[in-house]
């Protein structure tokens, strides 16, 4: 790890549509709105749409306002996918892959003259982001503190506790 780069907030899920980048997009705003500089990040996305010559991501565009827009969208996002599947399947779908590497690296573009920043997974701590690389690795390799978001219902509590013991192996 780089340890001139900035405190991270790593952003997860128990379940899909529990409403994580509304609470990071959130947190950026009030983390914001409290004095500080907030780059935000988020490695890869699926489910993207086309604008133009350009695939968008919704949750890239709500953090990316949330933050000011103080980044460029691109750095913001720089792995995004059309098909809404884990991003390694997406990404075979289109005859890509995801880069690992950038997974990891992409990051330091965000980390220019930022407090902290704000990073969200595709999908829970457990799920593939790459061939090799699970949220929860991603998360370990930057040092990142890891932010659950949970959804009001029925299993929830099973499913926080099951996210926060795979957390807690993450230290």
Known sequence: MDHLRPRILF??????DVGKTY?????????TQSGRRVGVYKP????????????????????WEASGRIHPLHDV???????????????????KQVDESLLLSGIDA??????????????GLMSPLSENLLNSDFARRLDAHV??????????IHQVLAA????????
């Not at 220019?112 to 999908?123: K, W």
């Not at 932010?147 to 929830?156: D, K, P, S």
């Open 11 to 16: 952003f997860t899920g128990t379940d899909t």
């Open 23 to 31: 609470v990071a997009a959130l947190a950026v705003r009030e983390l």
């Open 44 to 63: 890869v996305a699926s489910g993207c749409v086309v604008q133009g010559s350009d695939l968008v991501s919704s949750d890239a565009v709500n953090l």
């Open 77 to 95: 996002c720089p792995q995004r996918f059309i098909a809404p599947l884990a991003p390694q399947t997406a990404a075979k779908l289109e005859g």
């Open 110 to 123: 965000v980390a220019q003259g930022v407090d902290m920043i704000v990073a969200e997974g595709a999908g």
């Open 147 to 156: 932010v659950i978001v949970a959804a009001n219902r029925l299993g929830t």
């Open 164 to 171: 926060v013991t795979a957390a807690s192996a993450l230290r």
